[in-house]
């Protein structure tokens, strides 16, 4: 990521709008979306930034990340929060459903699959649930898709239903087995797809029941 710094010459008075006009311009050049983080190593300032909020010109998705206001409204507003937010996450299970519309239930928080060890991310928002994936289970069958200019990590329709076996006691058996089904209808997925995650998973046998029920 190339970096800029900005030096502004005291002698030479320069109108607020004329700053937020470059400031912006280099905003928007990385994508319009920016953690703190990465806006100060653009060489932008928290002082910059915050007169930018309070000016309008930024709006605050969640605690340290910022979006030019006038830019076109966003489609995933939550998933582009996390994405930027929790960058080695995956979005998984009811959230993954709704994301492939395998799913007719409305996730009151984002599902977010971590490696071990991985420490617990603090959102202001969107509110987040989050669940810890085995090496193997958290590698396989991830996809990137493009969301509103952001990098969005999420599983894939088979590996979704897999691990909706996988974590049954907590979301419940007929939320899995529903997804099963419409993946299956819609040719989300072929059945030797959802055996190889399910393998991955451990709950190649259970889904193996259902799949001979179902076929």
């Known amino acids: 990521m190339p970096v800029y710094k900005y030096r ?28 703190m983080s990465e806006a100060i190593r653009l060489g932008l300032t928290r002082k910059t930034l915050y007169a930018m909020r309070d000016a ?5 998705l969640s605690r340290g990340l910022y979006r030019l206001r006038d830019l076109p409204a966003l489609g995933n507003p939550d998933l582009v929060t996390v994405a930027k937010r929790i960058p080695q996450g995956v979005v998984c299970l ?9 799913t007719p239930e409305i996730p009151h928080a984002v599902s977010i699959a971590l490696p071990p060890g991985t420490a617990a ?3 202001g928002w969107p509110p987040i649930t989050v669940y810890r994936f085995a ?15 952001i990098r969005l990590r999420v599983y894939g329709p088979a590996k979704t239903v897999a691990d909706c076996f996988k974590f049954r006691n907590r979301l419940g058996t007929d939320l899995a087995v529903l997804a099963l089904r419409t993946g299956l209808a819609e040719r989300k997925f ?19 029941t259902y799949l001979q029920a179902l076929l």
């Open 94 to 102: 009811i959230s993954a459903l709704h994301f492939h519309a395998i």
């Open 56 to 60: 309008g010109a930024l709006e605050q």
């Open 190 to 208: 072929k059945p030797a797809e959802v055996m190889h995650y399910a393998r991955v998973c451990r709950v190649d046998k259970i889904v193996a």
């Open 8 to 35: 502004y010459n005291v002698s030479v008075p320069i109108r607020r709008t004329e700053v937020f006009r470059r400031e912006k311009a280099l905003l928007r050049a990385q994508g319009g979306v920016l953690r």
């Open 121 to 123: 991310p603090k959102l």
């Open 135 to 149: 090496p193997e289970a958290f590698q396989a069958g991830v996809e990137t898709h493009n969301r509103d200019g």
